[in-house]
């Protein structure tokens, strides 16, 4: 079946300039992750999505950082007024249930680059 | 989430076995070890997971020490297509869908 899938693949945009990020997980998959990976750097944790519940932003490192999830499917990060230092690759994920067990299972990413 | 601890980057010889261990000194009874890799321009991928007993599957094996505070990675025979950095994760049972990431293991693969 369909993997994870993110669009774009490349955004390059200019400083203070507002940006969305767009991720489809796999179907019927009720957890959903987004993740930032700076350049030779691990995977930094951002927000997390599960079912109907409140999502956990604990990972979302300023407020210009947001996160919507439609539908329990598509979700969309949202960052504002961006920054040099948002410049990273970001990763979504989708997993089929909550719990330590479950695998997740990555889309390509979007890689940001702010001039 | 406990945190873990790998080497920076580890070679191998291809069609050589690969061990690649991770230290998780700090490892509660409720966390499950995971093993993801990341092939260059790709997102990562699950490789293994296990609680306590070593575990296999097409991809690797994973053995993990009887205090469970360290694990290592087994690949039997590395391939050029094994090139990739290597996480180790740790994650609880019931809550741990963060998962935390660290600078992971880059193996190379030399012809």
């Known amino acids: 079946g369909a993997g994870v899938s993110q669009s774009p693949s490349n955004k390059v945009t200019e400083k203070g300039k507002d940006v969305e990020l767009r991720c489809d997980p796999i179907?019927?998959?009720?957890?959903l992750y987004w993740y930032r990976q700076s350049l030779g750097q691990g995977l930094e944790f951002l927000i997390y999505?599960?079912?109907?519940?409140?999502?956990?932003k604990s990972g979302l490192p300023s407020d210009r950082f947001s996160a919507e999830r439609t539908g329990g499917s598509v979700s969309t990060l949202t960052i504002q007024r961006t920054q040099q230092e948002d410049s990273a690759v970001y990763l979504c994920?989708?997993?089929?249930?909550?719990?330590?067990?479950?695998?997740?299972?990555f889309g390509p990413g979007t890689r940001l680059t702010v001039l | 989430d406990a945190k873990t601890t790998q080497p920076n980057s580890m070679e191998s010889n291809e069609e050589e076995p690969v061990h690649l261990p991770c230290n998780h000194s700090?490892?509660?009874?409720?966390?499950?070890i995971h093993w993801y890799r990341q092939l260059p321009s790709q997102g990562p991928e699950y490789v293994i997971h296990?609680?306590?007993s070593n575990v296999n599957n097409r991809m690797a094996s994973l053995a993990i020490a009887e205090d469970r505070k360290s694990s290592t990675l087994i690949l039997h025979r590395a391939t050029l297509r094994d090139a990739a950095v290597y996480y180790c994760?740790?994650?609880?049972?019931?809550?741990?869908?963060?998962?935390?990431f660290g600078t992971g293991t880059s193996l190379t693969v030399i012809p």
């Open positions: 994920a989708s997993s089929r249930h909550r719990g330590g067990t479950d695998t997740q299972y």
């Open positions: 179907s019927g998959h009720t957890a």
């Open positions: 999505f599960q079912g109907n519940s409140a999502p956990d």
């Open positions: 700090t490892i509660s009874g409720t966390d499950y």
């Open positions: 296990g609680l306590t």
């Open positions: 994760i740790l994650s609880e049972i019931d809550t741990g869908n963060q998962f935390y």
